[in-house]
């Protein structure tokens, strides 16, 4: 995967201001859990002007594996069920959030602990002794990429397999002119990306376009996992009144997960695929799509849009 250096708009990048500050050591963002997200490198600019030597910053990819620890005839004992290639920070939401996706975990009080083992990059999601686990539905994963979080599934239909329907309520209504303020909100909220370029953000926000949540990783799909992880293990799950934005593109398991948590309202900077936009009308989500410039296209759910 190559790291991007433009913006959430796709405009050019470079943190010539921010780079100045820090030496070639690995460093981490302002927001709370995300330390060692950034890493510093010297690099050469070549432009109109001539050559120049900078510091800049670059997002930071390393692999984390999530071990499930369960109990079986009064022992227990850890299985790797997954590893993927991630910016370190939130690695507790991100595994927890994960295991909800992928529909191992329904409640937060099914997990008695989660911990970093002494191994490295290793998560544990140590389980209480009376939960049991399916781990026919973890089979399809093995290792993910920072760009591809499907990698690794055998089939598509074990990948629908779970997922709910939204409720015919159609929840939340959201006005036009709140959707057209996501994009300016995210930006501004995106600490490590202003530092690096080079990460995706998922947000949730309120039906009035308030900002609730904001997590930046290099894998979008591993951005989303820390996001409905966090509400996961706060107890705020399922996230009916929410919706969900995207700095990128809206893929397949961008939706499988957002169906999972129980979001209404997928927003997406870049475009849906079409399979997305296939399994979103099959679960009853809404997905929008290029919502940027004060427009966006509504691919599914439209009823769940209205003009102010």
Avoid: W
């Amino acid at each position: 995967m190559r790291v991007s250096m433009h913006s959430v708009l796709g405009e050019p990048m470079f943190n010539e201001d921010a780079a100045k500050h820090f030496g070639p050591e690995q460093v981490g963002p302002e927001q709370p859990g995300t330390e060692g997200a950034l890493a510093a490198v010297r690099v050469c600019r070549i432009d109109a002007a001539g050559r120049a030597e900078y510091t800049d910053m670059l997002a930071v990819e390393e692999p984390l594996e999530i071990r499930l620890g369960i109990e079986f005839d009064g022992r227990r004992s850890r299985r790797g069920v997954s590893v993927t290639m991630r910016t370190p920070g939130n690695d507790d939401e991100l595994a927890a959030g994960f295991l909800f996706s992928e529909g191992i975990l329904t409640d937060r009080r099914q997990i008695a602990d989660i911990h970093r083992c002494a191994t490295g990059n290793v998560v544990c999601v140590d389980l209480r002794a009376d939960v049991a686990v399916d781990f026919a539905k973890l089979e399809r994963h093995f290792y993910t990429t920072s760009s591809c979080g499907v990698c690794g599934k055998t089939s598509l239909e074990a990948v629908r397999a779970n997922l709910p329907r939204q409720p015919a309520d159609v929840r939340p209504l959201v006005e036009a002119s709140v959707i057209h303020r996501l994009p300016d909100s995210l930006r501004a909220a995106q600490s490590a990306f202003d530092r690096s370029g080079g990460l995706h953000a998922a947000a949730l926000f309120d039906p009035r376009g308030e900002l609730v949540s904001l997590r930046e990783d290099v894998g979008r799909h591993n951005a989303v996992d820390k996001l409905i992880g966090a509400e996961f293990l706060a107890g705020r799950t399922p996230l009916a009144e929410s919706v969900l934005l995207l700095s990128g593109r809206a893929s397949f398991e961008l939706v499988q997960k957002a169906a999972m948590a129980g979001i209404g309202v997928l927003a997406a900077v870049g475009a849906p695929s079409s399979l997305a936009v296939e399994l979103a009308r099959e679960c009853g989500l809404t997905v929008l799509g290029f919502v940027r410039e004060d427009r966006f296209n509504i691919y599914t759910g439209h009823e769940r849009i209205v003009r102010a």
